[in-house]
């Protein structure tokens, strides 16, 4: 009988000792090779943890933005979600996102996370996200061509007008920019925003500031060089640029990367790729910068179990060893986000990143001086993902390339569909 | 007279030639691009003959991805709508064009007018539904709106083959003491095969291609169909069109060797099962 | 002949009743919606009335987005009318090669739309695209065109990727209405000394009319309703030209997050595709004899 019982009791333990949280991933870089290295690292996380169970489920881009809102309204969100900046005010507003500095201050206390990344993902008092990864925009060209026409990597605006201009010869365009209202062309005028030193979208109370002549010579330059763009460039996103430059259609583009595109179809001559920082406005070399994004995760649960196993896993994403493997799930485009993570060896190691060393650190040194729009020395406002994601700065940049209106009045009415926004 | 048929000999020329062009040419250049290295693909100078040939986008495809569990999924997915589809919209048929009821012209329009209802507009709605009702992830919630898409045109393309099954025999059999049951399954399904293999066609594709509602509904990886997990494998940030491409191929392949098999059916059931 | 009224509703309930769950209940929670000012899904909002619908029926937003759907709507009725006549009235006739034509033309209707997105996506490049290279290959084209860079070229655009995508399969509903066309009516026309022109207005059109109704119906709506083909390739631009009202009411929803206010767009626009519905059923309905 006393047998029974303690069978029935070590039971009951073993069950107890067995309880195990369920942890849901959502990401959206759905690209084969990226999933596997995730599993590969969740695999190892389970089972060093057995009393948690991380599970990964690949959302799309395109429609993340209608399913995580529902998912939080049909209680069916995941536990922990990787996001963009201009998402997270969203998740944040509804409820949906925890606040996690005590845990990001933890995280940079043993890692340090480069100063800007926070940035992205603190305001009304609270950091929303943990900084994963970074991204930032450079110009990418081919060292020969500028050999040939003899002339030097562009530093300023004009050095970059007068470039384009010489590089567009039969069938090649000089400079590959975007004209679509999407995130790609939000990314590419941001970029020359930055380096005119209209980094600012907001004034500190919350109203706009986007009309200002920084914006506007940003705009105008933006105009100038997209005569030098390919004619389909009103429906380009970054595969269509990277494809333009890879088959030597384009001569330079402003991009995260095209590394990966460029070593598996375009030669892969390391020696010949050149990057360079995003050029800046005549006179403003103090201004230069350029946009980054800062790809953060959300944990989106409030059961102290279940958030303290996210944290563990995050914390184990972080960790110097994985850190390195994992943002090298897809090597030379994503960044690493903290000053330990970039001197990961795991990092360094991979054969592509040993290949593309320079340009490589050169993109990392870019992503430091990276800033987002809206996101700027604490004048953050959650109404930014309203002008984000409906795209209004690239929306006002096709008033003035498609519909010819001059630069200033489309910036000018470009800040009266923004304020319609954000009411 | 002679002048017209040559008129007409011409015209004819002129408009298999565009429709060979316009019509089958894409697929002539997709298929053929999908063995293209990626190099040939995006080159400036584009070629119609291909000039070189990998297997590269395939294997990677078929190795590297879950393409075979998107395929079941969507298999299975499309199967059963399909099957559901069938049932509920030849009991309809049946009760529209053969027994004849107070309402029926107003039934027989409202089923075309439910059209009238975007789906985007039932999109969230629907979502928050079927959370409710534990049907989010789940094959049976992408069954349900396939069937609603699918059947309502289906109850009308089956309309012109109820009308030509003669009433006398189906008078002749319940003379004989058949019941309206045996006349359903041995007169008038038999006699409306056609029909029925056309509207089953017609359910399986509207459900094999269906991208919304799946994006949406399903977010488990194991549960995803072609379209959806096909383009959840394109990067945000790249385009590796020689994988793009022969997922296209691939995604396409099954309902083609499909209709290999039916699409005769589907094509001579539409065309001249109809015949007065 | 005699009505069965009780078994007759009992043969269509079960569809009936699959239908009107599936699409009363997500409208009422939409209706409902309209009434409030609720951002994001799932937060809550302040009833408002009817105001919703005041200040939406004047935006310029949405009345561009409606000037577009009826553009949509007409190009791609005039569009497809051709190409599906074309191709219907091609099979019609022998040739050597017919059967297999007949059997594949619907290729474009069986593949899934994001297939149908990549392959007009590559083929209008205008770096790597064919069509642009065969144009300027035949002195149409001096250079490469971009097909979606302006406003009129995505939409003209935009509409024939649709068409292509819908013709072959409405010209296989149409050749099933020119095969149920007894063939000695032709004949007989001919020895009166018609054309073939006449023939097409004097005898096909008006014996197809019962097909036409439904096809004019149906695919109305239907191509109202395309989203996927416009979100996937040009997002509504360029400068929101190929915006049409789905888009409209996709993108208040999930990107400028006025949840409330894209089902009170739903709703209007629910209400104006019933009114054509019952109009369009009212006049054009063909009279049967039965």
């Known amino acids: ?423 | 007279m002679i002048k017209e048929t040559y008129l007409k000999y011409i015209f004819l020329t002129l408009s298999i030639i565009i429709i060979l062009i316009i019509f089958f040419f894409p697929f002539f250049w997709i298929i053929t691009s999908s063995f293209k290295s990626p190099e040939e693909i995006i080159a400036t100078s584009t070629t119609i003959i291909p000039r070189s040939f990998t297997l590269e986008h395939y294997e990677k495809i078929l190795f590297n991805s879950d393409f075979f569990t998107y395929l079941i999924n969507s298999l299975i997915v499309s199967f059963f709508s399909m099957f559901i589809s069938i049932i509920l919209s030849v009991s309809a048929a049946y009760g529209l064009h053969k027994l004849k009821f107070y309402g029926n012209k107003f039934v027989e329009y409202s089923l075309l007018v439910t059209y009238a209802f975007p789906g985007v507009i039932l999109l969230i709605p629907i979502y928050l539904l079927f959370a409710k009702i534990y049907l989010l992830n789940t094959y049976i919630a992408l069954i349900i709106v396939n069937v609603l898409f699918a059947t309502p045109f289906a109850v009308w393309m089956l309309k012109a083959f109820f009308k030509l099954i003669p009433t006398e025999i189906e008078e002749a059999a319940y003379i004989d003491g058949a019941s309206r049951i045996i006349v359903i399954f041995k007169i008038i399904i038999p006699l409306a095969a056609p029909g029925i293999a056309s509207i089953a066609i017609f359910c399986f594709i509207i459900s094999w291609t269906e991208y919304l509602f799946a994006s949406i509904l399903i977010s488990t990886d194991s549960l995803k169909t072609l379209p959806v997990g096909l383009s959840a494998i394109v990067g945000q940030y790249q385009i590796d069109w020689g994988f793009l491409l022969s997922g296209a191929v691939l995604a396409s392949l099954p309902v083609i060797l499909l209709f290999l098999f039916i699409g005769k059916y589907f094509v001579s059931g539409l065309t001249e099962g109809a015949v007065k | 002949m005699k009505k069965n009224n009780i078994e007759g509703w009992l043969f269509v309930s079960p569809l009936l009743i699959w239908i009107s769950l599936i699409i009363i209940i997500p409208i009422y929670i939409a209706f409902e919606l309209s009434f409030f000012n609720v951002k994001i899904i799932g937060t809550s909002g302040k009833f408002i009335g009817i105001d919703n619908y005041f200040k939406l029926i004047k935006s310029t937003k949405f009345i561009n987005a409606s000037i577009n759907s009826f553009y949509w709507i007409i190009g791609n009725a005039i569009c497809q009318t051709f190409f599906a006549f074309t191709i219907a009235l091609t099979i019609n006739y022998r040739f050597p090669g017919k059967k297999i034509m007949a059997n594949w033309i619907i290729l474009s209707f069986i593949i899934p739309t994001v297939v149908v997105v990549v392959i007009w996506k590559l083929m209008l490049s205008s770096s790597s695209g064919i069509v642009n290279s065969l144009l300027i290959n035949l002195g149409i084209l001096d250079n490469a065109t971009g097909f979606f860079s302006t406003p009129n070229k995505a939409f003209v655009s935009l509409v024939l990727i649709n068409s292509w995508r819908w013709s072959p399969f409405l010209a296989l509903i149409i050749l099933s209405g020119l095969n149920s066309i007894n063939r000695e009516i032709y004949d007989a026309s001919k020895v009166d000394g018609a054309n073939f022109i006449q023939q097409f207005i004097h005898i096909t059109i008006p014996n197809l009319k019962n097909v036409l109704f439904v096809l004019g119906l149906v695919g109305t709506l239907l191509s109202f309703n395309i989203f996927d083909i416009i979100w996937l390739i040009t997002k509504g631009g360029p400068s929101n030209a190929t915006t049409t009202l789905p888009l409209l009411i996709y993108e208040t929803a999930f990107t400028k997050f006025r949840i409330s206010q894209a089902a009170t767009l739903s709703i209007i626009t629910s209400f104006l595709l019933l009114i054509f519905s019952l109009f369009f059923i009212k006049f054009m309905a063909p009279k049967e004899n039965d």
């Open chain 1, 1 to 423: 009988m006393n047998k029974i019982l303690l069978f029935i009791i070590s039971i009951l333990f073993s069950f107890n000792a067995l309880a195990v949280t369920n942890v849901t991933f959502w990401h959206m870089e759905g690209v084969p090779h990226r999933v596997d290295r995730i599993q590969t690292l969740i695999d190892e996380f389970n089972s060093a943890n057995p009393d948690i169970n991380v599970t990964q489920e690949v959302q799309n881009w395109g429609e993340i933005y209608a399913k995580a809102p529902a998912s939080v309204a049909a209680g069916t969100a995941p536990e922990i979600l990787v996001g963009i900046p201009d998402f997270t005010p969203i998740l944040a507003e509804m409820g949906a996102a925890q606040p996690v500095e005590d845990f990001v201050a933890e995280l940079d206390s043993k890692y340090g996370f480069y100063q800007k990344a926070l940035d992205q993902y603190t305001y009304n008092g609270h950091t929303w996200a943990v900084p994963l990864w970074n991204m930032a925009l450079s110009v990418w060209y081919r060292k020969s061509d500028f050999e040939k026409a003899g002339i030097s990597p562009p530093k300023t605006w004009s050095d970059l007008k007068k470039a384009a201009k010489t590089l567009t010869k039969d069938g090649v365009y000089g400079i590959g920019l975007p004209g679509n209202k999407q995130l790609y062309t939000d990314q590419t005028i941001y970029s020359f925003m930055v380096n005119s030193g209209a980094e600012e979208i907001y004034n500190s109370d919350g109203t706009l500031r986007f009309d200002n002549p920084e914006t506007v010579a940003a705009y105008d330059v933006y105009k100038e060089l997209y005569q030098y763009s390919a004619p389909d460039a009103a429906n380009w996103t970054w595969g269509e640029a990277e494809a333009c430059f890879a088959s030597k259609g384009c001569a330079m583009i402003l991009q995260f990367t095209v590394i990966s595109t460029y070593d598996s179809q375009a030669g892969g001559d390391a020696d010949d790729l050149g990057v360079i920082q995003i050029p800046y406005a005549n006179g403003k070399a103090h201004r230069a910068g350029t946009v980054s994004y800062v790809n953060s995760a959300m944990i989106m649960t409030e059961d102290p179990a279940k958030m303290e196993a996210s944290k563990k896993f995050l914390s184990y994403l972080m960790e110097p060893g994985n850190y390195g493997r994992f943002i090298n799930m897809e090597p030379g485009l994503f960044l690493p986000i903290t000053e330990a993570g970039s001197k990961d060896s795991t990092y360094w190691d991979d054969p592509v990143v040993v290949k593309y060393k320079s340009q490589v650190e050169t993109m990392l040194d870019n992503s430091t001086r990276g800033s987002l729009f809206g996101f700027t020395n604490g004048n953050t406002f959650t109404s930014i993902s309203s002008i984000s994601a409906q795209n209004l700065l690239a929306q006002t940049l096709q008033l003035t390339l498609i519909d010819g209106k001059s630069p200033s009045d489309a910036v000018t009415e470009g800040m009266e569909i923004m304020s319609e926004a954000i009411e």
